[in-house]
């Protein structure tokens, strides 16, 4: 492996990471209802289509040939991160950038410590 290439990984998920909220000032202007929209538009149509039809030969095929169980753990999950991300950007709104950073963070590493075991 090349380290350079490993570096450059490193340094640009670090600046997504730290950049990622920085357009929320100019999204705060706009309606709750407004920024889920345009969010979901692209995260739930648009990039997954994309980006399956750029990684598979036949979308629709693969899709009809996953067992049922596949579907049901699918769909809970989704759920799940749907809701941890609503919470997420509400935190962010009514926290801020800094404390609600560091409130979600601290609960993803209570919770992700205490689940596991557990279950």
């Given at each position: 492996m090349n380290p350079i290439l490993g570096v450059l990984y490193h340094w640009l998920g670090g600046l997504a990471s730290g950049s990622f909220y920085v357009p929320f000032r100019g999204v705060k202007?706009?309606?709750?209802?407004?920024?889920?929209?345009?969010?979901?538009?692209?995260?739930?149509?648009?990039?997954?289509?994309?980006?399956?039809?750029?990684?598979?030969?036949?979308?629709?095929?693969?899709?009809s040939e996953t067992p049922k169980d596949v579907w049901g753990y699918t769909y809970l999950f989704g759920a799940l991160w749907g809701l941890g991300g609503l919470t997420f950007g509400l935190t962010m709104r009514y926290l801020g950038m800094s404390l609600g950073m560091a409130v979600a963070l601290g609960y993803c590493t209570v919770f992700g410590t205490l689940i596991p075991p557990l279950f």
């Open positions: 202007r706009w309606s709750w209802e407004t920024s889920w929209l345009v969010a979901g538009v692209f995260s739930w149509l648009v990039a997954p289509w994309f980006f399956a039809m750029l990684n598979t030969k036949d979308v629709i095929a693969t899709l």
